[in-house]
């Protein structure tokens, strides 16, 4: 049998705690050699381009993939799960709402691994439909002494800022104040370098999949400590600042960075994230889950 799950059902059955317990919970499966992912396809014709992002979790019986279209006429997300008990329950999720969740929803669980304060000064990079998971993901998790908003368009980062009572930044000085640095956009060109950051920082660069783009300078990369990626063939294939540090053996995925933290050390660290099939699998499962579809 298939069930279809609209935006609706979506929006109404994934809320921003869960998804972020569950991307935890998911990724030690996938440490722990239980679960599975593999990097994102894409057929490429002409301007039309057909991506998909299987995945595979063990923990919760389920295996599936994120599949979408992008070309001349728009783009549309779904995410399609098989019930590994019972392979005749088939579930079709339309997967706009459900990025947008997950996608801040994991920043928010990998800083949370990554940073031990409870307490941070966040700077957002990005105000556009996504940012808004980024600052509400990074709110859940941390006290949120000061929040502010960047955008090059400073009409967009106005209108950001008062929707959701934080400050404006006009520049980029706030960085050297900031804890936390989340960049959320699609800029083919570095937005920051290293001599603009502090001592310490955690940054989550998490505005692109395509190498054309980049939001931080090669210096960035190059001067911290330590670089998470989800997944280490898919980082090395789509990210232009992956494939341009000159150490990589500074590069770990997430998954082992969760299960072994005490093998990486450093007070400079980047979560570099651009999506892998596991993610919305393991969201799709706290959707299915809320509407009485799944245990």
Same mark, same amino acid.
């Given at each position: ?31 722990? %050699? ?13 301007? +039309? ?21 992008? %070309? ?10 098989? +019930? ?11 997967? +706009? ?28 990079? %990005? ?15 941390? +006290? ?20 959701? %009572? ?130």
């Amino acid at each position: 049998m298939i069930t279809y799950v609209s935006e609706h059902d979506v929006k109404s059955s994934l809320n921003m705690k869960e998804c972020i317990e569950e991307l935890r919970k998911a990724f030690m499966s996938y440490g722990e %050699g239980l679960s599975d992912t593999h990097p994102r396809d894409r057929i490429i014709v002409d301007k +039309n381009i057909l991506n998909t992002m299987p995945g595979y979790y063990a923990e919760r019986h389920l295996a599936g993939l994120k599949t979408y279209y992008s %070309g001349p006429k728009g783009i549309h997300f779904t995410v399609l799960i098989f +019930n590994t008990e019972r392979p005749q329950d088939l579930y079709l999720i339309e997967a +706009n709402a459900l990025g947008q969740i997950r996608t801040g929803a994991l920043t928010a669980m990998a800083t949370s691994e990554i940073v031990r304060k409870k307490s941070i000064n966040f700077t957002l990079i %990005g105000s556009g439909f996504q940012a808004e998971s980024q600052f509400l993901g990074m709110k859940e998790m941390f +006290n949120l002494d000061n929040a502010f908003v960047y955008s090059r368009n400073p009409e967009h980062s106005k209108k950001f800022a008062d929707i959701f %009572g934080i400050q404006q930044a006009e520049n980029l000085e706030v960085l050297k104040e900031s804890d936390v640095i989340t960049t959320i956009t699609n800029s083919n060109t570095p937005i920051f370098n290293y001599s603009q950051l502090p001592d310490e920082y955690h940054i989550n660069l998490a505005g692109s999949n395509f190498p054309i783009r980049r939001e931080a300078a090669p210096d960035v990369l190059d001067k911290s400590d330590v670089v998470i990626v989800e997944n280490h063939d898919q980082a090395l294939k789509e990210s232009s600042e992956i494939m341009g540090i000159e150490n990589k053996s500074k590069i770990v995925e997430l998954k082992d960075y969760i299960i072994n933290k005490e093998k990486y050390s450093g007070k400079k660290t980047i979560f570099k994230s651009m999506g892998i099939g596991l993610e919305d699998v393991a969201a799709g499962y706290v959707i299915l889950k809320n509407m009485g579809f799944l245990n």
